[in-house]
């Protein structure tokens, strides 16, 4: 069967964000707006060309339809082989793992995560490369040039493949293989965790836990693992039938977005562990009675006893961390004598440092931790390595983390969202805040001295290439930390990000209200940026 060419032009807007090309489903239904992009990938990555290729998404809205298009596609474009997943499902995680377990090309991912789903909602596309994570700069800038001058793409006229139906149907000489969504993945987290531990403590009675999957597209995968394999009750799983709106929701696994989950949380009766994914299952929120573990803190506490698990029990040989998340992981590398990077915000900057094997462990501030198991973040992954701890050191969460912080110190956390604001605003606002930068530095600022200010740039240490101003940064002497950025998320006017950071040694201090120990910075920022007169905003949005 011959390709068809079909003639286009190139669609201005799709440089690809912090994670691959998001934009409302609207733009992605426009003629040509996907096939142009996805025609920029195949242009630009040779080795697709009787290649093997992933294919999967989070089962939003939109992802069917643009599966069958990506398909016929790769067909015409002389990929040999897909792997898509069943009912066209795969979670980010899911879909790195089986890149690489099967050592394929690559992969296409069809999500736009945390963001709501529907018909006026967002849908996003991101290319994985060979090694499983996201595409690193260099690739989707060439991606990008391509999708400016790109002039035609070719398809075929085929039928739609049954995505229901798993194995092997012939798309002209391309074979489309659909594959369990679930299989592969839960076979590497039990090799990973202690399976019997966490069934023993699901077993003993004494122990209660819930996990939201939000709609999304972890539920498949929380069925299997949790009540199948480790036989907690039936129940466990809420919210678990990925839904193409996420039930309406927004899939985002934060305290604003999941209150339900956080109240049977409280109370005397309350859960003893909660946990929740987004919307492609690579975040995860940790909960435990009347108590919330931060990202940040998270990444820490896993990192210091990642040897109680069986994947990890070797030690770790590094983490890396996204520059505005917090510190506390930092103090556990330095104690463990092991490395610490300091990234920009995206997972496709831990890629090198895991393919070079600097680190085991990376997380993000963004609810977002993951290992060198696979090349993305993963919610389930760090639920099941909370679990694998609880079990093993039979405490709860809070009793876990406050050790944490009696040995490490509390680096106290918060992140101020403002979202939808005028893109030129907050473009201005940015403006501002990088014109003040060189003025800063040995100023005093709310009693303390400005240490360092600039716009954080980092080299990768594997392969040199650089990436500039990934967010404003000042420092005070007391190890304070003041960050602003712009996401590259969003599909409708700008967010504007504020991460506030106050490291406390003093054990008597560590119970004290977050928003109360950080109002003296988030007064400083809010001044410095000068938040409300340029953006009208008087708070933020979301507060994590
Ligand atoms: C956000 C987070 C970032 C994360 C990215 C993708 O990006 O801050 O840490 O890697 O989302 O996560 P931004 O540019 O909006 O701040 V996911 O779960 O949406 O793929
Ligand atoms: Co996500």
């Known amino acids: 069967m011959d390709p068809i060419i079909i003639p286009t032009q190139p669609i201005t807007g799709q440089r690809p964000g912090t994670s ?84 394929t090309q690559g992969g296409l991912i069809l999500s736009a995560s945390h963001n709501p789903g529907g018909p006026d909602a967002d849908f996003g596309i991101k290319f994985n490369v060979g090694a499983g994570g996201p595409a690193p700069e260099s690739v989707t800038d060439a991606i990008y040039e391509r999708t400016r001058t790109i002039e035609r793409y070719r398809t075929l006229e085929t039928p739609d493949i049954d995505l229901e139906r798993i194995g092997t149907q012939p798309l002209g000489a391309m074979a489309v293989e659909v594959i369990d969504p679930v299989a592969d993945y839960a076979e590497l987290m039990e090799a990973l965790f202690d399976f019997n531990a966490i069934h023993q403590l699901f077993n003993s009675g004494l122990f209660r836990m819930r996990f939201d999957a939000m709609h999304a597209v972890t539920g498949p995968y929380a069925f299997e693992i949790l009540e199948r394999r480790l036989g907690a009750e039936p129940g466990t799983v809420l919210n678990g039938e990925p839904l193409e709106d996420f039930g309406g929701g927004h899939p985002d696994p934060n305290l604003a977005h999941t209150q339900d989950l956080v109240a049977m949380t409280r109370g005397l009766d309350g859960l003893d562990f909660a946990a929740a994914s987004d919307g492609d299952g690579d975040r995860n929120m940790i909960l435990g009675k009347e108590f919330f573990v931060t990202p940040s803190d998270s990444l820490a506490v896993l990192a210091a006893n990642a040897h109680h698990t069986p994947g990890y029990r070797h030690g770790i040989v590094g983490i890396a961390r996204s520059m505005p998340t917090s510190q506390a992981a930092d103090r556990v590398a330095e104690e463990l004598g092991i490395d610490c990077y300091e990234t920009p915000t995206g997972w496709k900057f831990f890629g090198n440092l895991l393919d070079a094997g600097r680190i085991t462990l990376c997380g993000e501030e963004s609810f977002g931790t993951g290992s060198d198991h696979v090349r993305e973040k993963d919610g389930l992954w760090a639920v099941l390595f909370w679990l694998n701890l609880l079990a093993v050191r039979q405490q709860s969460v809070a009793e876990i983390v406050r050790d944490h912080w009696r040995r490490f110190g509390r680096n106290f956390y918060t992140r101020h969202d403002y979202e939808g604001v005028d893109a030129e605003a907050a473009e201005d606002l940015m403006t501002h805040l990088r014109e003040q930068l060189p003025g800063l530095v040995g100023k005093p600022l709310g009693g303390q001295t400005v240490v360092y200010a600039d716009d954080f740039a980092y080299e990768d240490p594997i392969d040199g290439s650089r990436a500039e101003r990934q967010g404003v940064r000042i420092g005070l002497a007391d190890g304070a930390r003041i960050i602003f950025r712009l996401s590259g998320t969003g599909t409708e006017g700008a967010t504007l990000r504020v991460y506030l950071e106050r490291f406390e040694a003093d054990p008597a201090q560590h119970e004290r209200d977050t928003q109360e120990v950080m109002a003296p910075l988030i007064h400083i920022a809010r001044d410095l940026a000068q938040i409300e007169a340029r953006t009208g905003r008087g708070e933020p949005d979301v507060i994590t």
């Open 20 to 103: 691959g090309l998001r934009k409302r489903v609207k733009v992605f239904q426009q003629p040509g707006y996907l096939e142009n992009f996805v025609q920029a990938i195949f242009d630009t990555q040779p080795e697709l060309d009787g290649g093997v290729l992933v294919v999967g998404g989070d089962g939003r809205y939109h992802n069917k339809v643009a599966i069958q298009t990506i398909l016929r596609m790769a067909a015409a474009n002389g990929v040999a082989r897909v792997l898509v997943g069943r009912g066209g499902i795969l979670s980010t995680p899911a879909a790195s793992c089986v890149i690489r377990k099967y050592r």
